[in-house]
Every structure is written in structure tokens, then in C-alpha cells.
């Protein structure tokens, strides 16, 4: 079964400079989730969308923006990098057909930022 | 906000014995309980999830149960084997308008001792 893409894998960084982070989620799947997981932290969402409109905001910087596109794929733009956004990426989608909301979350391997 | 909180923080247990780890959670309004495992570098795998309208859910050796009053719910393991050692996390997600939020726990990193 298809799972959610996200790319790149492993990002390197330079402080200051700008990362974009990409999205497939799974195919049929309406919603996107962002979510920052430190090392041995939980993961910390970030934004979330459904429908191509955001849906709620967690603890996501100002210099960190997000879209979803008509595709349904979604891009965290990461702007001014500091050191301390070093951190695995993690996507996640759901999907509210099927008859109700359904709420599981399928992530994906996550993206693996490191900033110098 | 909804705040999730789960203890322990780490649980060390012998091959074959049970586990139970327990979370609570601030916001009435939540109805979905989650509880994904964490191996080091992968990611979150869901393993059980729980509803609001039921109040004990088993999957082989997994269980989940749920107390919507007293705003808890707990992962039992048992029978307990190396490959259960990870890091668990329980969520505690609510539906607003669109989309769902969840909330994470801590986690808990489980040693499973053979």
C-alpha cells in the first residue's frame, strides 16, 4: 500500500540559510500534519491542513510557512535556519472520508534536518 | 490547550512480564487516543487507538483502556518481548473545525530485558 512520501530524507544546512521540506501524503488522504521531534522529545506539531486551507497551528516559528497544494502534497518552507531547528520532520496525513472523521495518522519517514 | 501528560518517562521490565504505561489529558472535547511506537531514527507506527464512546479496545497482546471521566487512559503490554523495546507515545487528538490536533505525550522508552 502506498505510504506518505516526504523528501529529502537528510537535509544539511547552513545557519541562515533557507529549507524547503515536501509532502505526499497518502492518495485519497485530505488532511497534512507537521510535526518537529527533537532528539528523545516527542514529536511537537508544528501546522496542520485539510482541504488545501489550514486547519490549526501548533508551535510553528514565524519564519517557518506551509502550504498545501492542489495535489494535496504540502511544503514546510523553513527560512533564517538556527541551530536549534536541527531535528527530525515528520509528515503525517489522514483521511476524513469513509464515512466520518477518522483521525489515524499515517507519518512518514521523516526528513532529517541538520543546520551547521 | 490540550495538554497530554505520560508516565513513566522510562519502564525496564524482564521478557514475559507485563506493561502498563498511563496517560492523562486536559481537554474534555478530545475523542481519539492514539498510541504509536517509536524505534530509534523511524517513524511514529500506530499500534492501537481507542474512541471516546469505548472504554477498552484489545489487540493480541496490546490493550488500551480509557476512563473519560477521570481523563485517562493506559497501554498494557504483556507477555512482553525484546522487539516491544521502543519509545511509546500516547496522543490525544480533538476535531476542530477541519482536520484533527493531536496532542503528544512524553513518551515512555521501554526496555524489555531478556
Known amino acids: 500500500a502506498a505510504g506518505v512520501i516526504q523528501s529529502p530524507r537528510h537535509l544539511i544546512k547552513e545557519k541562515r540559510e533557507t529549507a524547503t521540506l515536501k509532502c505526499y501524503p497518502i492518495?485519497?488522504?485530505?488532511?497534512v500534519y507537521w510535526y518537529q521531534q527533537g532528539p528523545g522529545q516527542d514529536p511537537q506539531f508544528l501546522i496542520s491542513?485539510?482541504?488545501?486551507?489550514?486547519?490549526d497551528k501548533g508551535s510553528i516559528p514565524d519564519r517557518f510557512s506551509a502550504q498545501q497544494f492542489s495535489d494535496y502534497h504540502s511544503e514546510l518552507n523553513m527560512s533564517s535556519l538556527e541551530l536549534g531547528d536541527s531535528a527530525l520532520y515528520f509528515c503525517?496525513?489522514?483521511?476524513?472520508?469513509?464515512?466520518?472523521?477518522?483521525?489515524?495518522?499515517?507519518f512518514g519517514p521523516g526528513t532529517r534536518l541538520t543546520v551547521l | 490547550g490540550e495538554n497530554v501528560e505520560q508516565h513513566p518517562s522510562t519502564l525496564s521490565v524482564q521478557e514475559g512480564d507485563s506493561a502498563v504505561i498511563k496517560c492523562t489529558y486536559s481537554d474534555s472535547a478530545s475523542n481519539y487516543f492514539p498510541w504509536y511506537k517509536q524505534e530509534l531514527g523511524k517513524r511514529p507506527q500506530l499500534i492501537i487507538d481507542i474512541r471516546s464512546n469505548v472504554g477498552e479496545k484489545k489487540d493480541q497482546r496490546i490493550a488500551v483502556t480509557l476512563n473519560k471521566t477521570a481523563k485517562h487512559f493506559s497501554l498494557h503490554i504483556t507477555e512482553t518481548q525484546p522487539e516491544d523495546s521502543a519509545v511509546y507515545f500516547c496522543a490525544a487528538s480533538i476535531n476542530p473545525t477541519g482536520g484533527f490536533k493531536t496532542i503528544f505525550g512524553a513518551g515512555t522508552r521501554l526496555f524489555v530485558k531478556a
Open positions: 492518495p485519497r488522504h485530505d488532511t
Open positions: 503525517a496525513s489522514s483521511s476524513s472520508e469513509a464515512g466520518g472523521p477518522s483521525n489515524e495518522q499515517f
Open positions: 491542513f485539510y482541504e488545501k486551507m489550514q486547519s
